[in-house]
């Protein structure tokens, strides 16, 4: 009985998910019901949970920052024109519309992500493929494809919280997410190459593109840890095809406007290298502060709005619909401590038969797909994952990796991104009811290849 009460929280949660109630409240109602379960069949000394709040709330608060400063620095640089600056340039210079997708997947659509998060790199990639001569079917789905690096998206929350709970390093987490991360990427390029269909050397250049982000995000990792990884690694992209854009065309394009569009980025990537470098020469708090991810990207921020004559509703706005947002992660991540802190999740473990690790990334993507984030999915299934591996005898590191791996990818296939990528595509005209279909189909169909592969390589290489 009490085993079976676990599941509790979650299926409630998920029950108010699928009658398409709002993410926050279904979180807030399932940590409500962990707490309700916990006094009831799992009590649990106050000074255990204390000890163990005292580690994890302020990641929630670190975490609830960088979703805060993330939407706002968005929002900051779509009213600066920042992101039309960007696509303009792409368009202007990309030799062939392949070589223009591989571009905005592997690199555009990354790079905006691992900075800001939200599904904001579908809303500048899409456009952009359109321009390119893209269907808006392909638009749309493509734009989706480009969410690969997700583990990494809005300096990697949801790798951390996923850390956190089952009591990992975060770098160490993030490296061999990193590793496993060649699961999807051989993934969604198969997809592109099946939907462009395109000539030999074009072909090349997409694989050689996705080949390099993989490298330089497992490089990253590596050198200086999780958090920035997904900025350099997709940054390498851009660069390096740009270079190449640039060299064929023989004109650069790179103007004053353009160079003030990239600057929060550049703010923003080169601080927070600097900032963690410092850190580990210098390690106390005043360095811990400088190199966390929510400074940085409040100093992103605070240059975008130089920018923006309307900063301030801008920032208000942003914080307005910063609000649900934070409200539901934060309480999925309090559900999620709860759930591991008090015994749930390993009672919830023990319930799968052991040996079926292969089953665990079902678990993750399932849950992406229904809150939209990996956070929210992490938050959920960590502490679950981590059960299932010990019971299987079997490391957590690349059971929890891998779930990292498959519930980043399926955030992709969440409702309202897909109809948000629809409607970026043809944004004249009311989302058709057969495109949206279309493309949930596809973008369903990657996530469950990708959790299938995953699983399987956890069953039979650990």
Not at 142 to 166: D, K, Q, R
Not at 245 to 273: D, E, H, N, Q
Not at 289 to 305: E, G, Q, R, T, Y
Request: proline share 5%; aromatic share 6%; net charge neutral.
């Amino acid at each position: 009985m009490a085993a079976l009460s676990a599941l509790i929280p979650i299926l409630l949660a998920i029950v108010l998910l699928l009658l398409k109630q709002s993410s926050w409240i279904a979180a807030l109602a399932g940590a409500v019901a962990a707490g309700i379960v916990l006094a009831v069949f799992y009590p649990t000394p106050a000074s255990a949970l204390v000890e163990a709040g005292a580690d994890y709330f302020p990641l929630i608060l670190e975490v609830a920052l960088i979703l805060l400063f993330g939407m706002t620095l968005a929002r900051l640089l779509e009213a600066a024109g920042s992101m039309t600056e960007i696509s303009t340039w792409v368009e202007s210079l990309a030799p062939s519309r392949s070589f223009g997708v591989a571009l905005v997947v592997f690199g555009i659509v990354p790079f905006a992500e691992s900075v800001t998060g939200f599904g904001i790199g579908v809303t500048i990639g899409v456009p952009v493929l359109r321009h390119l001569g893209c269907s808006l079917r392909q638009s749309a789905i493509l734009g989706l494809l480009g969410l690969i690096a997700v583990p990494w998206g809005a300096l990697g929350p949801g790798t951390t919280v996923a850390a956190a709970l089952a009591n990992l390093d975060v770098d160490e987490l993030g490296l061999a997410t990193a590793w496993l991360n060649a699961i999807p990427v051989v993934i969604v390029t198969i997809s592109v190459l099946l939907i462009m269909r395109p000539g030999l050397v074009s072909a090349l250049g997409v694989i050689a593109s996705a080949g390099l982000m993989w490298v330089g995000i497992l490089g990253a990792s590596y050198v200086v840890g999780m958090a920035p990884a997904g900025i350099i690694g997709s940054l390498i992209v851009i660069v390096a095809l740009g270079t190449l854009f640039i060299l064929r065309a023989r004109r650069s394009s790179l103007t004053r406007s353009l160079g003030l569009a990239v600057l929060p980025y550049a703010t923003l990537t080169i601080g927070l290298l600097l900032a963690r470098a410092l850190h580990s020469a210098v390690p106390n708090l005043l360095t811990q502060i400088l190199a966390s991810p929510p400074f940085w990207l409040a100093m992103a921020c605070v240059i975008a709005a130089f920018r923006v004559p309307a900063r301030r509703s801008v920032a208000t706005s942003a914080s307005r619909s910063w609000l649900p947002i934070g409200a539901g992660t934060a309480a999925f991540m309090f559900m999620g401590w709860l759930m591991t802190t008090s015994g749930m999740s390993e009672a919830i473990g023990s319930l799968l038969p052991a040996g079926l690790v292969l089953l665990t990334p079902w678990l993750t993507a399932a849950g992406a797909v229904l809150t939209g984030s990996n956070t929210g999915a992490n938050s959920m299934f960590t502490g679950t994952l981590d059960a299932v591996a010990t019971s299987s005898h079997v490391s957590s590191m690349p059971v929890i990796a891998a779930g990292n791996a498959a519930g980043s990818l399926a955030a992709l296939a969440a409702p309202p991104r897909v109809a948000m990528a629809v409607q970026m595509a043809d944004s004249s005209a009311p989302t058709s009811a057969n495109d949206v279909t279309w493309v949930q189909g596809r973008a369903l169909t990657v996530s469950a290849l990708n959790a299938l592969a995953l699983g399987l390589w956890i069953q039979f290489a650990v």
